[in-house]
Structures are given as C-alpha cells and as structure tokens.
Antibody, heavy 117, light 108 residues
C-alpha cells in the first residue's frame, strides 16, 4: 500500500535551518511528483509547490521562493523540504503529498516545525 | 495567478441537513477542481476530483458539481462524522495548485 512517512517534529531557533523528509513506499517513486503543503496553526492549506521526481525539477509557489528548497534522493525514495533562515511565521505543519493524475491522492502524516527562541 | 474563493467560511447544520459549499475560481478552470476533507487533527484526504468524481470509498452522500468558475460540494444528509474543514483546490498540469480558504462544517 502507498505510504508517505515524514520525519519527526522539529524545534528550531530563528535563523536556523530545518530539513523535513518524506519517505515513499508502495509505488514507483519516480512515477509521481511530490507536492509540499503548509498549514500554519489554525489556518488553511497552502500549496508550496512540487518537485518532478523523474527530473528533479522543482516548482515553487509565490511566497515560497528563496528560503525553501525541494530535493530528492531517488535511491531511497525520499523527498526533502529544506527551509533556511527560519522565522517565527514558518511555524506550521508541513505535509508532503503525492501528485496523482487527478489530485493529491496520498499524504504524509505531517511534520510540525516550531520556530521559537 | 488564479484565486480560489470558498463560501461560507464556516457553517453549522443539524444531522440530516443538506449542506452546500461553494468554490469560485477567478478565471475559468474547466472541471479542474478537487475537494479535500480534513477532519480535526487529521491529515487532509482527497474527496472529489475533476469537480464531480468521488474518490474511492467516499460515501455517496457527498457530491460535487460545476465547471468553469463556479463549483459546489454538497452533503445530502449531514452526519456527525462529516465534521471537518473542506478545501477546494484548482488541480491541473499548470501550477500553482491553489487551495481555497476552507469551509469549517460543524453540527448544530
């Protein structure tokens, strides 16, 4: 069965960096893209962008350029989200989600990133 | 970029009521519209794709309709397990895959 397993919650200080992982299983990793979605506390879903797992080409939504980097390690079927120069407003749950033909059809369990001094 | 606007932002209805949520796109998007359900404290789940097709396992009391700029999600008979926030999302091969702001559904 398809599973996306994300890394554990992180507590970081402002200015630090964080790398969230999303390990896929149960399907051919390079056959589906991977999206990242942010959900700030008590807020809605924000689509951050996606990465083509076949080519490694990332696409970032407005507001998620510069400090946000999507990457892959196809040898271990894992996608990564790295955020640098963390700010308090980056505190959120970050989800990875498989880009199916017709929608974001499988989601990771979410990773809470808390930025606090 | 195309904006997705949902209404209402929240609603409260009784068990058995018919509930309708609206999503409007700022430009025509054909039928490239998905609905997601996020129960409290849970991961979002794809509910309906291509505006009107139920994802496997979704109860038949859910339905979607619309094309172009105006879309609706209907729950024909609200059940306690339907308490959730519902999000629409523009979904096609051309990003961004913008989400609507969400509609929180509660039981009266």
């Amino acid at each position: 069965q398809v599973q996306l397993v994300q890394s554990e919650s992180e507590l970081k200080k402002p200015g630090a960096s964080v790398k969230v992982s999303c390990k896929a299983s149960g399907y051919t990793f390079t056959s589906y893209g991977m999206s990242w979605v942010r959900q700030a506390p008590g807020q809605g879903l924000e689509w951050m962008g996606w990465i083509n797992t076949n080519t490694g080409n990332p696409t970032y939504a407005q507001g998620f350029t510069g400090r946000f980097v999507f990457s892959l390690d196809t040898s271990v079927a894992t996608a990564y989200l790295q955020i640098s120069s963390l700010k308090a407003e980056d505190t959120a749950v970050y989800y990875c989600a498989r880009v199916g033909i017709l929608g974001l059809d499988y989601w990771g369990q979410g990773t809470l990133v808390t930025v606090s001094s | 970029d195309i904006q997705m606007t949902q209404s209402p932002s929240s609603l409260s209805a009784s068990v058995g009521d018919r509930v309708t949520i609206t999503c409007r796109a700022s430009q025509g998007i054909n039928n490239n519209l998905n609905w997601y359900q996020q129960k409290p404290g849970k991961v979002p789940k794809l509910l309906i794709y291509a505006a009107s097709t139920l994802q496997s396992g979704v109860p038949s009391r859910f339905s979607g309709s619309g094309s172009g700029t105006d879309f609706t999600l209907t729950i024909s008979s609200l059940q306690p397990e339907d308490v959730a926030t519902y999000y629409c999302q523009r979904f096609n091969s051309a990003p961004p895959l913008t989400f609507g702001g969400g509609t929180k559904v509660e039981i009266k």
